[in-house]
């Protein structure tokens, strides 16, 4: 019935195309803030990928509420654009150099608030202190994926290991004027997996 619905409402639009039945989506909005018991959820754009998605989460605004607040956004430049859009707390998810958009954000005393850089490398802080981006607000990407003997599973998301490869960056951040708010630490595969799965016992934790 879902299937049929949706193929009657794209009927006259031209290929490609995507379109998103709104009654499964709000069940898994509804879903997700049960499970969650009061943790704030941050949706993440550079997998949502929709205006549309976005905004029927959290408002026209994009500002949420106590339940979903925050966007983690694909590449700084949409980071910029989610701040004019309204939204006041965006975390990128990747390290990024495009001087370009690290000046626009240095330019901006409301963006410098409401944006947070991830970094995993002094050489970012380099390149956004030379585009003006001092001040900025920045994430320390850790990786955390498991490593069983010479077994590594997940990817290799970041270069920092540990608090003797993190303390050096947090120091240097701090010393050149940025202002270090936090830490992610990425699972990847290991992310999902139970505390007591089979042939398994594995004690995850996840931030971001």
């Known amino acids: 019935m879902v299937v049929d619905a949706l193929r009657v409402a794209t009927a006259g639009l031209d290929a490609p195309l995507a379109a998103l039945y709104l009654p499964s989506l709000r069940a898994n909005v509804d879903d997700l803030r049960r499970r969650a018991g009061g943790t704030r959820i ?40 989610l701040v004019e859009s309204g939204c006041d707390d965006v975390l990128m998810g990747y ?33 956004a202190r030379e585009a003006g981006a001092s001040g900025a607000r920045v994430c320390i990407d850790v990786d955390c994926s498991l490593r069983l003997g010479p077994v590594h599973l997940g990817v290799r998301r970041s270069p920092l290991r540990g608090p003797d490869d993190v303390e050096p960056l947090v120091r240097r951040a701090v010393a050149t004027g940025f202002r270090v708010v936090g830490a992610m630490f990425y699972e990847a595969q290991v992310a999902g997996v139970r505390l007591r799965a089979p042939m398994m016992h594995i004690h995850t934790i996840a931030a971001g």
Do not use: C, N
Request: charged share 25%; hydrophobic share 40%.
């Open 95 to 127: 390290p990024t150099v495009d001087r370009s958009a690290l000046g626009r954000l240095g330019s901006d005393p409301q963006a410098l608030e409401y944006v947070t850089l991830m970094i995993d490398h002094p050489r970012q802080l380099e390149i």
């Open 42 to 81: 941050r949706v993440a754009s550079k997998s949502v990928r929709s205006r549309g998605v976005l905004r029927e989460v959290l408002g026209d605004r994009l500002r949420g509420d106590d339940s979903f607040h925050g966007i983690m956004a694909y590449s700084l430049t949409e980071a910029l654009w």
